[in-house]
């Protein structure tokens, strides 16, 4: 009857101890199997065994891809400070889990170290402008340092980016000043271009219109020209003689004028002699005004032409 509880017992102990043997391993996780203090075996996700009282956990890793993001501060070729963002994405290589868990004591402060080295040593050539425009090329030697060096203690890098990049704030405030002044000085440079568009369409303009304006005068007085020849040439058919014809257009005219400036109430009005004799007079007058400036211009052309004295006295 003694011994029952005491097989009870052992069986219970036992059982706690099976128990205790017996561990799960999640997924995309690794478990490092120690036996008596010294590295025994990688377990991956599942239920896994180990011996009790003898084999332990001394830890667990994570096989999914992790971010770090380190921000740097460093300075530029044209002595400008400025703070980067690095974000890494890197993980432990399933085949190094080893490495990865007894080589190093911190992966996350080495990885920073070398993310520090590499862009204090990549960023000081270059000038800030460019910082800006190869943040791709910083990246790549980012990733390049990093793989190179965290291969060995099994670690993998998916990539590395630089994320942000900020100059000091005065600085920031300088460049917003000179992108202004460059904009404003292409829209001065556009609308300097438009006016002279605007200068060359309005000259054009208006030498067309000049043009078309002394064409039509001039088709004006040809017209009228070719009416008064056609006015006289009748006047001529039915007995009346040329200078006759020519007073009678001339009266014929002058009633027109007076007739078409009688019309604007808003004209000023000069009244001519209006006598029966004032179309001839005034016929008369601009016919003897032609002959007089005729037998000047005749007069000025013989004065102008002197004989020409030779050596030998001969005149020609």
Sequence with gaps: MMATPFFLFILFFGFIILLNGIFTVRQQSAAILERLGKFHSVKRSGLQFKVPLIDRISGRVSLKVQQLDVHVETKTRDNVFVKLRVSVQYFILPEKIYDAFYRLENSTEQITAYIFDTVRAEVPKMKLDDVFERKDDI??????????????YGYGIVKALVTDIDPDAEVKHTMNRINAAERLKVAAEYEGEAERIRIVAKARAEAES???QGQGIADQRREIARGLEESVEVLNNVGINSQEASALIVVTQHYDTLQSMGENANSNLIMLPNTPSSGSDMLTQMTASFISAQKMGEEMKKQTVKPVKHTNGSKQ
């Excluded at 990246?139 to 060995?152: D, G, P, T, V, Y």
């Design 139 to 152: 990246a790549h030697a980012i990733r390049r340092e990093l793989e190179e060096s965290m291969n060995e």
């Design 210 to 212: 000049k043009r078309l």
